[in-house]
């Protein structure tokens, strides 16, 4: 089989038989359309005439391309849909090995989620406190995001439907998953109020449509609107550090933990597939608590050669 139609092939079966998101689908196109433009200068046109030595070398060149080398994390992504590529082909029978099996991605860096204080989270809601309308619906998004640890795309696909008796919302993520998140006092009585004021007004301003949160003109609010939301908000909040919509999620689950909650709970709340994604957040609290220790207990700031403290 051409290579061309055997990419296409596997494009369509990510997106109809795995359910990948549109922008997955999206990364995995441009990965592998970089592949099919090596490969053809290469003379490969046939699926089965891809070898192991071919992969191998089209990683390397990566790894080290003329100008700015490919980071990590991008290397990985790449990888990651040239595998799926080569084992779809062997499932389906067009091959009869799997010849990137044995190659691997680069070993990514640990990296700690970005969190900030339960205090800077109180004084950046505090700044959508207000009676105009779109103060209200900005309330009511960040609260929510907050509140649940929903992605900034999650919160955006809500429908009202989805918020069940008012202290419940229903989450859809990554790869069509559904999963139940309660809402706080705060953010139910914020979303709550953006229903009653809010939402009616907005909704008499375009076409009917079931989304959750709208903007201006009656349409389903759009990601980059919610970015922007909580970018001003985050200004007027005197956040110096960067802040995005996925820096709630990364506070709502370090809060959760530093309160005491399972792992395995928070796991469930956030939709991860696997509890070592979310064991990266224990990292977070741990060092919270290495810091408490080290100011609070007496022989953890005894130093040698100090004295020794007062009983």
């Known amino acids: 089989m051409a290579l061309d ?16 998101s549109a922008n997955t689908q999206a990364a995995y196109r441009r990965d592998l359309e970089g592949y099919l433009a090596w490969l053809g200068a290469h003379g490969v046109v046939e699926a089965p005439a891809v070898t192991a030595a071919h992969v191998s070398e089209y990683t390397a060149s990566l790894r080290t391309p003329e100008g700015q080398p490919v980071r990590a994390s991008s290397l990985a992504r790449v990888l990651s849909s040239i595998r799926g590529l080569h084992r779809f082909l062997l499932d389906e029978q067009l091959v009869e090995v799997d010849v990137a099996r044995e ?14 204080t339960i205090d800077q ?18 309330k009511a998004l960040l609260e929510l995001l907050y509140a649940t640890g929903a ?3 999650e919160a955006v696909g809500l429908n009202v439907d989805d918020v069940i ?27 709550d109020r953006y229903l009653v004021r809010v939402r009616p007004v907005f909704s008499g301003l ?31 909040a005197g956040l110096e550090s960067h802040v995005s919509p996925h820096t709630l999620r990364h506070s709502f689950a370090t809060h959760l ?3 005491g909650a399972d792992v395995r709970v928070v796991q469930e709340l956030l939709g991860h597939s696997s509890v070592a994604t979310t064991q990266l957040y224990t990292l977070v609290t741990v060092d919270n608590l290495r810091d408490v220790y080290t100011q609070s207990h007496p ?4 130093t040698t050669g100090g004295a020794a403290p007062q009983a």
Do not use: M, N
């Open 165 to 191: 008796d008012t202290d419940i919302v229903r989450l859809l993520g990554k790869g069509g998953k559904q999963r139940i998140v309660p809402l706080g006092s705060f953010a139910r009585d914020a979303v």
């Open 206 to 236: 375009g076409r009917s449509t079931p989304a959750l949160f709208l903007g201006q003109r009656g349409a389903r609010l759009s990601r980059q609107s919610a970015w922007l939301v909580l970018q001003r908000a985050a200004e007027r």
């Open 5 to 20: 139609r055997a990419v296409a092939d596997y494009l369509r079966h990510i997106a109809i038989e795995r359910g990948l």
């Open 103 to 116: 190659v691997r991605p680069p070993k990514l860096p640990g990296r700690l989620p970005k969190a900030i």
């Open 257 to 259: 933990l530093q309160g």
């Open 121 to 138: 989270v109180r004084a950046l809601l505090e700044t959508t406190d207000g009676d105009d309308l779109l103060a209200v619906r900005d």
């Open 299 to 302: 022989r953890a700031r005894w």
């Open 151 to 153: 992605r900034v795309s």
